[in-house]
């Protein structure tokens, strides 16, 4: 099955793993969607992201605090039909600074933490919380 919106199908497969409770879920590979995995796990939201044998999926561990995930929430932002972008003067705070916007960046993936650092603006991926 082909998706029209792969990063939406990939944060959809986590939020659905958090809610059933699972150890890992399996995604298929794409550069963009192994860094924007990577770069939950930085902050902790997932755990280890790791290739599958096949080459063609990867891994997600899913990450629980005491029996809570440790993602609340999880929602695309910019998507196919509907960009959104955002320039660095706009970067504001989500969840009252308890969660992260995360940007596609000329310099790669970034949180607006990170974009706001660097000066950079850039599509709005997700917002994670």
Known sequence: MTTSDPIADMLTRIKNGYLARKETVE????RFKAA???LLARYEYV??????????TFTITLRYKQGEPMMTEIKRVSKPGLRRY?????LEAVK????YLVLSTPKGLKTHIDARKERLGG???????
Request: charged share 20%.
């Open 123 to 129: 599509e709005v991926i997700c917002k994670v919380w």
């Open 96 to 99: 009252q600074g308890l969660g």
């Open 47 to 56: 755990g280890e992201v790791s290739q599958t044998n096949n080459q063609r």
């Open 86 to 90: 955002l320039s660095v003067r706009d």
């Open 36 to 38: 924007l995995a990577k």
């Open 27 to 30: 995604v298929p590979y794409s």
